[in-house]
């Protein structure tokens, strides 16, 4: 794997792919729940864990399996990874104060990748809304990269519910390696209540790329796919299939 492909692996989770949240699943993952909302959340349980598999499929012809486990118990997470393209781990939490609004950590390896420490706030405003913040510093392994190693992302973003579940999610995202390029991000989730949601999303850059994908659940079944156009500077697109299982305890 080239160096190139590391340094555009090692941004991907910021960089658009999904939605960012307090704690972004690797590219292909479940789409975020933003921990903050502007009313009291229903009733939930005090953990829950994902398995899951993604299937990469590249337009010059190459394909990788990844799998791949969640879990959080209270205000905490944790993410392992083993697969053909992605093998490391995460560890994170988050903080509520009175209005509700969170303050959330991280910390990722990814071997053969890059180290990454984020932080990320999402503050409860009137009327539904709530305005997302994130700030990532990315260390990349391979010391031959063309790119610098040490590098420092930024988003900002809104969300607004409506109903129990509900909500729209809107994000900007900039990508360090090179100025003035931005991932805008747009998703909606539709969500009768814990165990049934669809979940579309819209990506548009720049520098005139884009992507889209559709995740859902059913019960205890995830399911979803994406494609993503010119994927990281790169004249490959590239499309994501996924499917897991989720248990609440």
Known sequence: ??????????????????????????????????????????????????????????????????????????????????????????????LKDRRRSTYAGLYRYRKDFDHVVQFDTEQVLKKGFVLAGMLRGIHVIPANTPEDRNMLQVAAGLDYYWGDYNFLSIRAVDDPRESGRWSFVTSHRFQRDPAVYVQPGLILRTDGSTGWFLQGKYRWLLLGAGRYDRFDFTEVSRTIYSAGVEVSY
């Open 1 to 94: 794997m080239s160096c190139a492909w590391l340094v555009a692996w090692a941004l991907t989770l910021g960089a658009g792919v999904l939605p960012i949240r307090a704690a972004g699943t690797a590219g292909g993952g479940e789409p975020a729940t933003p921990q903050a909302r502007p009313d009291r959340a229903p009733s939930a349980p005090a953990g829950r864990v994902i398995l899951q598999w993604d299937h990469l499929v590249d337009s010059n012809d190459r394909s990788f399996e990844d799998f791949w486990g969640f879990a959080t118990y209270k205000q905490t997470h944790y993410q392992a990874w083993y697969g053909e393209f992605t093998k490391g781990a995460e560890v994170g939490g988050f």
